[in-house]
């Protein structure tokens, strides 16, 4: 239903590197470890790209040179904390009137030890994104392309 | 009903991805779906009914039958690959910074 909450996905992972290394790696060099089966532009995504301050872009970059957003920067509090906007909808386009948010901490353990803990929250806003554009088009063809990620993700 | 099974881990099942595959396609009733899978009626009605619990179709009467659909809200769907998605992009994550050599 309209307005239900969804209860956020939290992760948590502990990694061996100093507070502010975790935090680079994380944003500045998101390119290094950004999953590449994630991406919505037509051809192979080429990079991955977190502007390192507060409203920066958040986009990929496709081998053909086209860029696609995925959303932006909201927080930016180095080395302690992250706040992005995923725009991405259930039918994975951009879409510049949803924002998910996706949290991200890290939190020293030792001098060589951080915990990142990441939260992705307002996941009931992808429903309420979904109506409109059902709504407006009439159509579930994005569900296809839900579930071949599906599919993959399951398989791997 | 609580959503106790979460999307990603009701669609590990071949069958149940199958019938959620057939039915994002178009609504089907149960004996539709009996007829075109190599399962029988009650094995469909069990699966469909995990999926319904997981929040990845919704049903409703017509007639006699009953008509299920894919959610077209698709929250909890969408939910469950956020979840594996993550996992597997921290873990690359941890990778990456720990392969830095300290400078």
Partial sequence: MSGKSVEPVRKHVVVEAPQERAFRVFTENID???PREHHIGKTTMKTAVLEPKENGRWYEVCEDGSQCDWGKVLAWEPPRRVVLAWQLSAQWQYDASLITEVEVTFTPEGPRRTR???EHRNLERFGD?????????GGT???MQLLELYAKAAQG | MTNATDGFAALADD???DIFERL???PLSVGELAEKLPVSRPAVSQHLKILKAAGLVVDHAEGTRRVYRVDPRGVE???GYLDRFWDRALAAFKEAVEEEKDS
Avoid: F, I, P
């Fill in chain 2, 77 to 79: 769907a969408m939910r």
């Fill in chain 2, 24 to 26: 994002a396609k178009r």
């Fill in chain 1, 116 to 118: 990142v803990d990441l």
């Fill in chain 1, 32 to 34: 290094r470890w950004w």
């Fill in chain 1, 129 to 137: 994104a979904a109506e409109a554009v059902r709504n407006s088009v």
């Fill in chain 2, 15 to 17: 069958t149940r991805r």
């Fill in chain 1, 141 to 143: 063809g994005g569900w």
